[in-house]
């Protein structure tokens, strides 16, 4: 397994989670889930650590093929985004650290849109009512596979790579093989765009 590279220290993480969550819980300041995350109490999610491990592409291992429905109702397959690196965030409604990295996403989605990079939410627990209601309420304007009662479309992944945590963020190649993994919140868009960069210049 590759080594797994933290983003700061421990001493250093400290500081850059108490400077990143007034900006990044900014929006959030009347939310009670949001309230809840910052309290740090970590009830009604499963903890990350915001670590993040890139994969050498020869210790890849067999491309994820999945298959669901969007919130919209439309199917979406693995084949849809074949040749473009894909994003792919695990995520649920009552979850205050993804609730904490929306805009974050939805920066790094707009920066990168139209240059061969496709995002993709999965959602665990909710319906497509209430992942509507998220994404409307933090401006979330890419889709989501609506995963609560479709096993299969988790099972696809964690079969190929550990998911470890809600959120979770995994960066496929033009391949679809796991490239690199965020476990827990995204700290800031600029950490992913930096990821999803690197894997588009992979020849």
């Not at 920066?107 to 627990?125: H, K, R, W």
């Not at 950490?191 to 210049?201: D, K, P, Q």
Request: charged share 20%; with cysteine; glycine share 10%.
């Amino acid at each position: 397994m590759p080594a797994l590279r933290c983003l700061t220290t421990r001493a250093a993480a400290s500081v850059i989670v108490a400077l990143g969550l007034t900006a990044g819980l900014a929006a959030c300041a009347n939310d009670p889930l949001a309230d809840q995350y910052r309290s740090g109490d970590n009830k009604g999610y499963i903890a990350g650590d915001s670590r993040w491990q890139e994969i050498p592409t020869g210790q890849r291992g067999e491309p994820v093929q999945f298959e669901g429905t969007l919130e919209t109702g439309d199917d979406v397959s693995s084949a849809d985004y074949v040749g473009d690196v894909l994003v792919v965030n695990f995520w649920y409604a009552a979850c205050g650290p993804c609730r904490a990295e929306a805009e974050d996403l939805e920066t790094a989605y707009g920066e990168l849109e139209g240059d061969g990079v496709s995002f993709l939410g999965i959602n665990t627990s909710d319906s497509p009512e209430a992942a509507s209601a998220f994404a409307d309420t933090w401006g979330v304007t890419y889709h989501s596979v609506m995963a609560a009662d479709d096993g299969a479309v988790k099972l696809a992944f964690a079969d190929k790579t550990p998911i470890q945590a809600t959120p979770t963020t995994l960066v496929l190649d033009r391949e679809g093989r796991v490239a690199a993994r965020i476990i827990g919140e995204l700290q800031e868009a600029s950490i992913l765009t930096s990821i999803v960069r690197t894997v588009l210049e992979e020849q």
